[in-house]
């Protein structure tokens, strides 16, 4: 029961967080900033949000520091929107994956290629 509650918890702040994002953080310095995945604890104190950012002409670490600068707003508007008792702090950290996705397959084309 609990981990259906989670799982529609993470899906609802994936949407909304996305939406904030593009609202309030996203322009052409930061690129695209894209939520990847949601993790919230299963008593609802923290959720961890991971973003990839692609296409910037700033830093991931630059553009974490924005989104962390709106985290307060970010955090009320979640508030007003989910309709539970108990809202997770929101902590936004940076996607590697797909990075090291790309890495590989640069690696994989210069192996092909020799």
Not at 95 to 100: F, I, S, V
Request: hydrophobic share 40%; net charge positive.
């Amino acid at each position: 029961m609990a981990s259906t509650r989670i799982a529609k918890v993470n899906a609802f702040l994936k949407t909304e967080v996305s939406q904030l994002l593009e609202k309030f953080v996203q322009n052409e310095k930061t690129g695209l900033l894209t939520v990847i995945r949601v993790d919230t604890a299963s008593d609802l104190s923290e959720s961890r949000i991971w973003i990839s950012v692609m296409g910037g002409q700033v830093s991931e670490l630059t553009c974490l520091k924005k989104i962390k600068q709106k985290s307060n707003l970010l955090q009320n508007s979640i508030r007003q929107k989910m309709s539970a008792h108990r809202v997770p702090r929101l902590k936004f950290l940076i996607d590697k994956n797909a990075e090291y996705v790309e890495n590989i397959e640069k690696i994989l084309r210069e192996i092909h290629n020799n």
